[in-house]
């Protein structure tokens, strides 16, 4: 098993997405782009997810705990709230496998032959944050306006993982920042599966994969993509 | 230490080895080939030059960019010799420098110059393929002109050409060093050399003492830093001797 990640500002401001990827877990962070000091606030969640993501958490309350976790580190840095207005995918690879996500994104793993991609689209264009969990006046606004919709449902492609993971036919999971809908001339789908088709996978597959295909690419949006190789 | 594969050049018998794929790590690599002059007129300074490459190698070692280093070190005497291809310091060790001049014989260094960017380019290459980025760094260390090569000085100075051309490797820097040359007529024709083949810089020295070498280490190995920093930027890293 190999992981990597990597992330890369589309250089019109400072990046705002964040990515992480050790022996036992992938995650990445996209901060909202008209908030101050998401670029931390990105980060906090990506290393808080790491240190959570080994507890007997699931989903939700996975979420919750990091959100904790990252609103007392903010308090801590004396950062606005909304620092810490920032999306989270993260894959925990300790037991199994287990997506969590809150916010927007996308989510792509190989089957068999089969790429699969699943983009998830925040309502109204107005993600749910997982710091809006510590926050329960934005939390009740932002249900009030989109529905209980708040962490994106991802039991039925954990179920899938699982399943393929113990008949050893899953061989690669990747997640990305909804930056990879923001590049010209080129469909979301087009872009993943592209990121996805590693020439080589050992060492820093990722890094190599997105510098080489966003080299005489436009983009609009920050991208982070982190992915395991089985 | 990872094995080396063996890789062939299609214009050539003779091929280069390297540190296959599935050991390489990093996104991007310098391609580095330092080709050092083993006929019978280095002997005078044979554990000098190999000082040199000791110095060379060691102060690569303490770059920051030292994982981003491939070295190749091929000889040329009676004819060309690679002592060993591209791979990573940490498969470099200082005792591998010592006494690993074999001197004598006559001075095949246009054969060295084809191999050392043909190899170059070929291992970039495969490199820039599996979605690597690789720039590349040439040092000839030589005492003398060219007396024993296959090839023609034109036909080395078409496969520089040919190589900077196909934009294979983002940059490559080449540099011709003469050491020890105090004659005229070899300061001649190593120039009339430099300027045939279009190396990217020509440096004489006009001794071989252990300070001027240990000068040149320095020099080598900042011009080795430089271009390895300059990766990403599309330009060559500039030099200073």
Known sequence: MNTDSYFISCKTHFCQDYALATERQLVISDGCSSAKHTDVGARLFCWSYYQVCNKPFKSFNLLFEVANRVDAQRLGLRLPKESAYATLIGVDLINGVSISMCGDGVVAYVIGRNLIVKSFISPNNTPYYPAYMVDELVNNQWVRENGDNRVIPTNVINDELETALENETLSMIAIFSDGVSSIDGMSEIDVVSELCNFKTTNGSFVERRVKRFLKDKTFHDDISMAAVIF | ?241
């Not at chain 2, 190749?72 to 200082?94: P, V, Y």
């Open chain 2, 1 to 241: 230490m990872d094995e080396l594969q063996d890789f062939q050049l299609t214009t050539s018998n003779f091929g280069f080895s390297g540190v296959g794929l599935q050991d390489l790590g990093a996104s991007e690599y310098t391609l580095v080939t330092i080709a050092v002059d083993r006929s019978g007129s280095v002997a005078g300074f044979r554990d000098e030059l190999e000082k040199c490459v000791q110095e060379v190698v060691e102060s690569c070692r303490k770059s920051p960019r030292a994982d981003n280093l491939l070295i190749r070190l091929i000889g040329f005497g009676q004819n060309f010799s690679e002592i060993h291809g591209f791979k990573d310091l940490a498969s470099c060790f200082t005792n591998d420098y010592v006494n690993f001049l074999n001197v004598g014989g006559m001075t095949a260094l246009t054969d060295a110059v084809v191999n050392g960017i043909e190899s170059m380019t070929t291992y970039g290459k495969t490199l820039i393929d599996n979605d690597y980025e690789a720039n590349g760094i040439f040092v000839v260390i030589t005492d003398g002109c060219e007396n024993n090569s296959t090839n023609t000085i034109t036909q080395a100075s078409k496969v520089l050409a040919d190589s900077v051309n196909s934009e294979l490797l983002e940059s490559l820097v080449t540099i011709l060093v003469g050491v020890n040359i105090n004659d005229s007529s070899c300061s001649n024709a190593l120039s009339a050399f430099n300027t045939t083949i279009g190396f990217t810089e020509y440096v004489e020295l006009s001794n071989a003492s252990a300070k001027t070498l240990a000068k040149l280490a320095k020099f080598v190995s900042q011009s080795i830093s430089s271009q390895s920093k300059a990766l990403g930027s599309g330009v060559s890293g500039s030099l200073t001797f």
